[in-house]
């Protein structure tokens, strides 16, 4: 697969969603970006776990033409910033309400590292043939959990459409971090309760964010409702790499 350039001199902009979503949370985000230009693709995380889910978004990247920013939500945070590494067309990383693991952390480390997450409480669990489990939060607890700062209505629709996510893909340690060697932007709420602030904060100052963004009331899936934001953030990335 090759992307085709919309207009000379945009990169490439990869979302990647995490668990309990799917592309289409993408939805406001990717049509802001299309309308002033930028190439934009919305990859399907397959969230079987770290090191594959890496692999699949990999060879993603070695399709596309030309420069390109990877954007992570969640999960995916884990996901771009192990593709990420080593691939020299990918210029920046921007984690939205993500993970930006160091080598050899998990997701469950990183989420308990601070007081506050209440996503466990939320959880089913689906036995799968191999052994192995799968996770989804309940539906009805999916608005307060998830989406508070969403319509009910809208929270509605992502919590019957949400893919799970393989258990022991959240307790896989994570490779080496592309963020250690790409520039880094970062957004977040302040409520939200899947990942605690706290990490947010020390992962975000960790990663010599070049500018971090804390929306205060925001949810886990604080980039749905104020997609315009993280849209501001994308093109900041973009002009750092135009200038250099």
Known sequence: MAITRLSAGKPTIVLVHGAFAESASWNGVVASLLGEGFPVLAVANPLRGVAHDADVLRS???????????????????????????????KALVFVGAFAPDEGESAVQLASRYEGSTLGETLETIPLSDGGKDLYIRQEAYWS?????????????????????????????????????????????SADKNIPVAAHR????????????????????????????????IREAGNALRSG
């Open 145 to 189: 959990q998830f989406a508070a700062d969403s319509p009910e209505s809208q929270a509605s629709v992502m919590a019957a459409t949400q893919r799970p996510i393989a258990e022991a893909a959240l307790n896989e340690p994570s490779g080496k971090p592309a963020w250690r060697g790409l520039p880094s932007w970062f957004i977040f709420g």
């Open 60 to 90: 993603v990247l070695d399709g596309i033409d030309g420069e390109i920013i990877c954007v992570g939500h969640s999960y995916g945070g884990f996901v771009i910033s192990n593709a990420a590494t080593g691939n020299d067309k990918v």
């Open 202 to 233: 020390f992962m975000a100052e960790r990663a010599g964010s070049r500018r971090t963004v804390e929306l205060q009331g925001g949810s886990h899936t604080v980039a749905i409702p104020e997609a315009s934001v993280l849209v501001d953030l």
